[in-house]
């Protein structure tokens, strides 16, 4: 027998299927086997399961017919339609693996787009939640920086003049970068400047600010407004309850790829029955911040609270390094 006719014989059989299975995919779709109707519509896939392997197989007999038997002899219909009889469960079972095919697929892609859904919730749940603790941020430092106005109307009318002024430069970087969830170090420390001269013109002499800061970390992000609280806690647990002048030192560095800023103060630091991990100098601010970088980074963060070696509190975060 020449090669060509077994080849040819199969090739045209491999492409009656794939003429037809578009066909099936379509019927796949327009008679799922879904709830509330797949009784009648396994009905219909079982009769055209049988219909196409009898009519895929007495094709596949003509085909057989002319190229490979005796054509001479006469076609038979009876030979035809036994031959379709015994053999047609190869095409019946070809339909059926066509319809698991499809379904596979589209179950495939419904899986996808329900964990595509979910992280996408879960990403606009996390940024609500971010937000709702930035916006509590803003009320706790208002407070305190009016609470001061107040302490100084009646004492020195210029400098609370000017702390409106600073208060009011202050609101408008956070009104700028309001939509902003992160920002670079170098914008971080802008709005820390704004909030130090508020407190410097309330504390006057008492308070010096020492910034030693990596120029590569400047373009670091972080997350917008986490410094501030940090340095209003070390006023106002470090440098406020003392009468000595007092020192807040803010330190960034690049290390083994994270972004390292302590901001240490010279007051009292933590008594020894507070230890480092009490909640006791935790007030809204500094709850909020371990919060927030707890939503941002999960598990890769470190936010810790340790005495100096001399005296005073140190805080200390580190987070990926990364820039825009």
Not at 67 to 95: C, T, V
Not at 123 to 151: D, E, G, V, W, Y
Not at 255 to 271: E, K, M, Q
Not at 281 to 299: D, K
């Amino acid at each position: 027998m020449p090669w060509y006719k077994p080849v040819s014989l199969e090739l045209t059989y491999a492409l009656i299927w794939a003429a037809l299975t578009p066909l099936i995919v379509w019927m796949a779709q327009r008679f799922r086997l879904e709830r509330g109707r797949i009784s009648s519509n396994l009905l219909i896939h079982i009769f055209c399961g049988l219909f196409i392997g009898v009519a895929t197989r007495m094709v596949h007999d003509l085909v057989f017919y002319y190229l490979i038997y005796d054509s001479n002899r006469p076609l038979s219909l009876m030979w035809l339609l036994q031959n379709a009889f015994l053999i047609f469960d190869y095409g019946a079972m070809s339909y059926w693996l066509i319809l698991v095919i499809v379904y596979a697929l589209e179950s495939s892609q419904r899986s996808q787009q329900i964990e595509l859904r979910a992280s996408r919730l879960q990403a606009q749940l996390a940024q609500s939640q971010l937000q709702a603790l930035k916006m509590q941020l803003h009320p706790h430092f208002l407070f305190n920086t009016l609470n001061s106005i107040s302490a100084l109307m009646n004492k020195n009318t210029s400098a609370a003049d000017t702390m409106i002024a600073r208060l009011g430069d202050f609101l408008r970087l956070t009104l700028e970068n309001s939509g902003k969830q992160e920002v670079s170090l170098y914008e971080e420390l802008q709005f820390l400047k704004c909030y130090l001269e508020i407190e410097r013109i309330r504390f006057q002499d008492r308070m010096s600010v020492k910034m030693d800061i990596e120029a590569e970390t400047l373009e670091a992000r972080l997350p917008n407004l986490i410094l501030q609280p940090i340095v209003e806690n070390a006023i106002c647990h470090g440098l406020q309850p003392q009468d000595m002048p007092g020192q807040i030192e803010i330190e960034s560095k690049r290390l083994n790829g994270h972004l390292r800023v302590a901001i240490t103060d010279n007051g009292p630091g933590l008594s020894s029955k507070e230890g480092s991990d009490s909640l006791a100098r935790r007030g809204v601010g500094l709850t909020n911040t371990e919060a927030r970088l707890r939503q941002f980074y999960g598990h890769d963060y470190r936010f810790e609270l340790k005495n100096g070696k001399e005296a005073g509190l140190t805080v200390t975060i580190e987070i990926p390094f990364k820039i825009e």
